[in-house]
């Protein structure tokens, strides 16, 4: 079992942006996934164990970044030109899968922070 802590959510303006941060007690695919209000849960983006492959959903393509920094254990989440249909709380989770066409959650999920994008 993989524990992982997010971090760096908050209240944006839109077009702003904020970094998430996914620490982890070990080095695995990692994905971003969100859930707003009412809505079901969806794949924002995911990056394999090396770094090579990632995902992004075609909502945040062109708007987010996803990198890792293996030798501290986390996934960082750049968000870029925010919106407010990107409020939601963003989770991190292991991922399996992990290509460009999609990645699949394992099973190991962090507690979850709020990302709200409002003027």
């Known amino acids: 079992q993989v524990q992982l802590v997010e971090s760096g959510g908050g209240l944006v303006q839109p077009g702003g942006s904020l970094r998430l941060s996914c620490a982890a007690s070990?080095?695995?695919?990692i994905g971003w996934f969100r859930q707003a209000p009412g809505k079901e849960r969806e794949g924002v983006s995911c990056?394999?164990?090396?770094?090579?492959?990632?995902y992004y959903a075609v909502s945040v393509k062109g708007r987010f970044t996803i990198s890792r920094d293996n030798a501290k254990n986390t996934v960082y989440l750049q968000m870029n030109s925010l919106k407010p249909e990107d409020t939601a709380v963003y989770y991190c989770a292991t991922a399996v899968g992990i290509s460009a066409a999609g990645c699949y959650a394992k099973g190991d999920w962090g507690q979850g922070t709020q990302v709200t994008v409002s003027s």
């Open positions: 990056i394999s164990s090396s770094g090579i492959n990632k």
């Open positions: 070990g080095i695995t695919g």
